[in-house]
Structure formats: structure tokens, C-alpha cells
């Protein structure tokens, strides 16, 4: 099931015009993961402007144009709902991507100059989602950051971008994510996500 979700978060980066790339083509199941397998996915923004503000720490559409280049680890664990304090204090593999040897071993996927190098790789991590309420909230968002990770992107953020931006008559015929979502639309069993202006 890994794979769908990862699929997921490839095509909400590519529809930001990102540039993605996998970095393993195998499933990891008889052993532990290794740190380097940790990682899902690496994007790069060729439409980066240099000079910009640093990205929010919670990323939404509209923070993406900060980012330069990314590592990407795809948490999807659905059945949890959301990661608080206690989940992250007790799950030591959720950070095993932000140890160093990891970053050595990325930092060849990137054609950047020797300058360069490590300055603007940000660390995101996508997962189901935050507890909503303070201090649960902070406390979750404050260990993250200890940790050394730059950035988190929710599922059902992500969902809602991608659901507004797939058009009922346009044919997705490489991507059966997309077309199936727009197969859904189509028959007015998927809305696109609108604000509540006025409540009954």
C-alpha cells in the first residue's frame, strides 16, 4: 500500500511543477530498513527564484514555491489519524532519515555546485496529520523541528489541492490516481473542497 501513497504525494508535487524522482524501486518487508531506505522520494523545483523567504514549517500549495529541493518520507499511517507528542517521542524509525550519512548519500542526486551543496535541501515529512489543539500541537510541531525535520505536508491537505486541481474534462490516461478522481467528479461523487461562508 506503501506504493499508492507515495504515488500520491509524487502527484501533488509534479502538479506544482516539481521535478520527482524515487529513489528505490524495491519494498522493504523481510528485515529493517536501512537509514538511506528511510527515503521515498527527492523533488526539485526548477522554477525556484533564489532570495525568497524560508517555507512555513506546515506546508501548504502556496509554500512551495520556497522550496528548492526536498527529501521526502511518506508516514501514511491512516489507521492513526494523527502523530501526536507521545507517537513521536516513542517511534524512533520516524527520524531515521535525518541522520547524516543519509544526507552524504543524497547529496549526489543533486548536480548543484560545491557551494551549494547542502544549503537549501529541506527535510519534509508527510504524514496524516498534527493533533489539532494546543499544546498538543506545538509540542508536536517543537519536536519535529528539535529533530532536525524542515517541514510537513498533511494527506488531507495535499487531497484537497489535488482534488481542485483535476478537471472533470480533461483525460488522465497516464495517471490512474488523477482519472479516477476525475471519474469521481464527474459523477458528483467528489466535490472540490469549498469554505464554509455561511453556516445553517
Known sequence: MSGFDENIVREYFELHGFLVRQVRKY???SRRKVAEEEIDLIVYNP???PGGREPNFHLFAS????IHRAVIVVKAWHTIHKFTPNLLKSSSEIFKFLEKSVSKNIEGSFTDSEEEKGQDLKRILVLP???TSDPYRT???DLLRE???DGIISFRSMLMDIIQKVEVNRSYQKSEFLQILRVLKNYDLLKDP???LFKD
Not at 509554500?63 to 520556497?66: G, M, N
Open 147 to 149: 529533530k532536525g525535520v
Open 27 to 29: 519494498q522493504v518487508q
Open 194 to 196: 469549498q469554505m464554509a
Open 63 to 66: 509554500e512551495l514555491p520556497y
Open 47 to 49: 522554477k525556484y527564484a
Open 129 to 131: 496529520g498534527l493533533p
Open 139 to 141: 509540542e508536536s510541531m
